[in-house]
């Protein structure tokens, strides 16, 4: 019995040329490759990667492992905590109030500065820059970001 896979693989094959097919699994390769570095580069940086849902209510679509220079886990971020969880609690609302403004006046990009809770508990300074991304009728649908420590006090 074929898997759908096997089945979805088959119609692929029927209506590409083996050359067509080819060339496919080529740029599939190269974009794979092409990933694998830049995921590379960032968890190599001291830059944290983060993309949140911002048509919802800002919860992560995707967090750099790099995350763990304060003590967390990337996948922690998928299912027990939110990135919110982690910001200093007496700074959680400045943050949320300045995304939700950002996001309602139609704002492409953002600097926010504030302070972040280490798994240990240790406060530290951060930058965030974000890039708001719009859909095709104007609303904003993701908030793509790098995080980086700064020496700098935040905002609050």
């Known amino acids: ?16 040329s083996k050359e067509e097919l080819l060339h496919v699994m080529e740029k599939d390769k190269d974009a794979f490759e092409k990933l694998t570095v830049l995921e590379s580069i960032i968890n190599n940086s001291p830059f944290i990667a983060l993309s949140r849902d911002a048509s919802k209510d800002f919860s992560v679509v995707f967090i750099s492992e790099n995350i763990s220079q304060f003590g967390y886990k990337a996948e922690d971020f998928m299912s027990k905590i939110s990135y919110n969880d982690i910001i200093q609690p007496d700074e959680r609302e400045y943050v949320k109030l300045e995304l939700m403004e950002n996001c309602r006046e139609g704002s492409k990009y953002i600097t926010l500065k504030y302070r972040i809770m280490t798994k240990k508990g240790e406060e530290r300074p951060v ?30």
């Open 1 to 16: 019995m074929k898997t759908n896979a096997e089945k979805d693989i088959g119609t692929i094959e029927k209506e590409l």
């Open 127 to 156: 930058e965030e820059r974000i890039f708001i991304q719009h859909g095709p009728q104007g609303n904003p649908m993701y908030l793509q970001s790098i995080i980086f420590e700064t020496h700098a006090k935040s905002n609050v």
